[in-house]
């Protein structure tokens, strides 16, 4: 008899195929190894791919998303920065509303040879991150357990793992074959906590994909949220709980709750204040935070009163108290926490700083974060530049272990550059003498750090100390890169973390020469950036572009809307407005492209005509669209736009 084909009928009568039936024992399965050997170096080259072509985009986005409580914390920050860069990766529109792995997706579809793989591999973009707890472990296998959908999975153990059964583990699970990974990595939080389970569970899907970056800022700051004061009335830390609990369920960021308990915390030792129920007082605590220290809208009184079971004449008693009581030290509380969008991670440095010992306070969320991803780029680039690769598949296996081990450390250096570098990465975290000190010495290693400069420029207490430090700061950078690594290297700087620092200075002398009405030699430093750097991670062209239109260069300003073109930014957009304005007047495009600008950021409007009050606040990060970005155009722009009236009048009909 012969063998039936694998596509007859099975001769057992079962009126199956014979390949899905008798036959199927005969099918040769590839080991799952192989396919996941192809997948993690999809994985790997997904994590190069990031990093190589859109590091500017990961940077950009991450500042959108400071984490307050974090900012004292490096090893947490630098877990946290991972963590929301592999959140970044999979789930954030970088262009034309796809993210970077869709981006990739797309390059290695048709490269991949197994079906099996290219599923699987599709199937990334619908992961869903979430909490694990880590139920055992072996040499080669974890198993851990979803504590949302209670699902059970097996990861791989690298040796380098040093987790423990027991604890938890906060990621983004992709589905390799028979088994999965985190992507980039896995983050170990601390032992099982009661808090993290009920957070996690409270969400859905697609709350905790859209919520994930202050998830895992909770996560890994759960076990120190907790405020070391001291109470001489247990009332009174009732008071602060209770204030804490409210604030937290509506998402308030650490920072200011902590900001809140340290005002309660001064009020008490200077009133001491008698009181029977605790919402009272919590009530009145949260007004006085709400309307000095969040941003937007803020509940009212009689809202609070509500919400805390109390009465609104009650609450607004206590206000006043509160704020008649603290007076100036209320005052000194918001100045220093909401000058720069910036509150300490310990409210003892502040308290502190209130009785007179006027400790260091951090300069803000996105110079901490341009530092850690500086600090870790130009770490990267030194131990690549050490290996000595094969091929480039070895050279993004090298880079996925550095990424997902987060032992990324600095090669032992000898280079002066480098040394003082390091002086001066930490000199732009500290203030006062310590850094004045970071400073000198790292001058005194290598003279030519245009960052030193710069540094001394921020702190100079005069406009003419300043021009004249950050001019310094370019001519060090200038000598410190040498004319022949400007031939050899224009068009190509920022990629290159070394030239980071002249590129910094040269952009702050430039804003300062404008400042003092040098436009066409601040021009001249703008445009040159650009010809360094064309991918613009520096945001130069977003400077350049009004000082074109204020001195009528209208061609340039049309050469560099061309040159960026695509770019939506109410910058671009509503300045593009204003060069068909000054150059042709009111045309049906210019009527047209106002139409489109106002779609992009309806926001706008209000601010340029004057039916808002335009704020004095600066913000560290803005969206593409948002009120934020209107309220920053209209800062800088509103003098343009006062010369161009009749086009005012159309907007204000429109």
Not at 207 to 217: N, S
Not at 285 to 298: C, I, K, M, R
Not at 546 to 568: I, T
Request: proline letters at 4%; aromatic letters at 10%; charged letters at 30%.
């Amino acid at each position: 008899m012969n063998k039936p084909g694998r596509n007859d009928p099975c001769p057992c009568g079962s009126r199956r195929k014979y390949k899905k039936c008798h036959g199927a024992s005969n099918v040769i399965e590839i080991s799952p190894t192989r396919y996941n050997s192809e997948l993690e170096l999809l994985h790997s080259g997904l994590i190069a791919f990031a990093f190589n072509e859109y590091e500017y985009e990961l940077e950009e986005i991450s500042q959108k998303f400071p984490q307050l409580s974090l900012l004292d914390d490096e090893e947490r920050m630098e877990s946290y920065m991972v963590g929301l860069t592999a959140w970044i990766i999979l789930y954030e529109p970088i262009h034309d509303n796809q993210t970077i792995f869709d981006i990739y997706y797309k390059k290695q579809q048709k490269k991949i040879k197994h079906e099996k793989v290219r599923r699987t591999f599709a199937a990334w973009s619908g992961a869903v991150p979430s909490i694990y707890v880590i139920l055992s472990k072996t040499e080669e296998k974890a198993t851990l357990q979803d504590v949302r959908t209670k699902d059970m999975y097996n990861i791989s153990v690298r040796e380098e793992s040093d987790f423990e059964v027991g604890s938890m583990a906060i990621g983004i699970l992709i589905p390799f074959v028979q088994e999965h990974e985190f992507l980039l990595t896995m983050l170990e939080v601390f032992d099982v906590n009661e808090g993290i389970i009920d957070m996690a569970e409270a969400l859905n899907d697609e709350e905790f994909v859209e919520d994930f970056p202050d998830i895992l800022a909770k996560a890994l700051t759960m076990e120190i949220n907790t405020i070391e004061l001291e109470w001489e009335n247990p009332l009174y830390e009732m008071v602060a709980n209770l204030f804490a609990r409210h604030m937290r369920e509506k998402a308030t960021d650490e920072g200011i709750i902590k900001a809140g308990m340290l005002i309660w915390k001064i009020f008490t030792e200077k009133a001491n204040p008698s009181f029977k129920k605790l919402g009272t007082y919590a009530a009145a605590l949260e007004y006085v935070v709400q309307s000095s220290l969040s941003e937007g809208t803020f509940q009212s009184q009689s809202e609070l009163a509500k919400e805390y079971d109390t009465t609104s004449g009650t609450v607004s008693k206590n206000v006043r108290k509160i704020i008649e009581t603290l007076d100036e030290e209320l005052e000194e509380i918001i100045d220093e926490l909401i000058g720069d969008e910036v509150f300490p991670e310990e409210v003892g440095d502040l308290y502190d700083k209130i009785d007179g010992d006027y400790s260091d306070v951090d300069e803000g969320i996105i110079g901490n974060n341009h530092v850690t991803m500086e600090k870790t780029m130009r770490d990267i680039q030194k131990a690549v530049e050490k290996q000595d690769f094969d091929s480039e598949e070895e050279m993004r296996q090298f880079l996925n272990e550095l990424l997902t081990n987060q032992e990324i450390s600095s090669p032992v250096s000898t280079l002066p550059r480098d040394i003082a570098q390091d002086k001066l990465y930490e000199a732009q975290q500290a203030k006062g003498a310590k850094r004045k000190k970071l400073v000198k010495e790292a001058l005194e290693i290598y003279p030519n750090s245009p960052d030193a400069y710069a540094l001394m420029a921020k702190d100079a207490k005069t406009v003419n100390e300043q021009y004249q430090l950050y001019h310094q700061a370019v001519i060090a950078g200038e000598e410190d890169l040498g004319k022949e690594f400007f031939r050899e290297n224009k068009g190509h700087f920022w990629l290159m973390t070394e030239t980071r620092p002249y590129m910094r200075a040269k952009a702050d002398f430039a804003t300062i020469q404008y400042n003092l009405g040098e436009k066409s030699s601040a021009i001249t430093h703008y445009e040159e950036l650009l010809e360094l750097n064309p991918n613009d991670n520096q945001g130069i062209r977003y400077q350049l572009l009004p000082v074109y239109l204020e001195e009528e260069k209208y061609e340039e300003a049309k050469e560099l809307l061309y040159q960026y073109d695509g770019d939506n930014t109410a910058n671009f957009l509503f300045n593009n407005v204003l060069l068909h304005y000054l150059i042709d007047g009111l045309t049906s495009k210019t009527k047209s492209l106002l139409k489109k600008a106002m779609k992009q950021n309806p926001y706008v409007k209000a601010y340029l005509t004057g039916k808002k009050p335009v704020p004095k606040r600066t913000y560290n990060s803005i969206g593409i669209g948002d009120e934020k970005e209107a309220i920053v155009y209209v800062q800088e722009h509103l003098h343009i736009w006062k010369e161009a009236l009749p086009l005012l009048s159309v907007l204000e009909k429109s």
